[in-house]
């Protein structure tokens, strides 16, 4: 089972972070991802995170204001995102894969959350 919240309304510039709580997970070796899907859009990969805590940003964008983390003692990821812009505004789901590599696809991906919604608008 996943469970993501942090989201919320905030104005441009401003900052969220995203928490996912994984439980219930028969494997200690899984990777985490965080995708989300804007209205009439696609869902998208935003970033994954590594077991030991490397990660991946898939979106250009969003390099250098979101940062994605874990703490496995918790099976907790975040994701810090900064300088919110009016186009990061979309549902955010953090998903869950066993193994050890990161993909950007949701179809890859085996646990989903329920979402978070994030709008940033003044």
């Known amino acids: 089972q996943l469970q993501a919240f942090g989201g919320g309304l905030v104005q441009p510039g401003g900052s969220l972070r995203l928490s996912c709580a994984a439980s219930?997970?028969?494997?200690?070796?899984?990777?985490i991802g965080w995708f989300r899907q804007a209205p009439g859009k696609e869902r998208e990969g935003v970033s994954c995170?590594?077991?030991?805590?490397?990660?991946?940003y898939y979106i250009d964008s969003v390099k250098g204001r979101f940062t994605l983390s874990r703490d496995n003692a918790r099976n907790t990821a975040y994701l810090q995102m900064n300088s919110l812009k009016p186009e990061d505004t979309a549902i955010y789901f953090c998903?869950?894969?066993?193994?050890?590599?990161?993909?950007?696809?949701?179809?890859?991906?085996?646990?989903w959350g329920q979402g978070t919604e994030v709008t940033v608008s003044s």
């Open positions: 998903a869950v894969r066993d193994g050890y590599r990161c993909y950007d696809q949701p179809n890859d991906f085996n646990y």
């Open positions: 219930g997970l028969t494997s200690a070796n899984y990777v």
């Open positions: 995170i590594m077991r030991h805590g490397e990660s991946t």
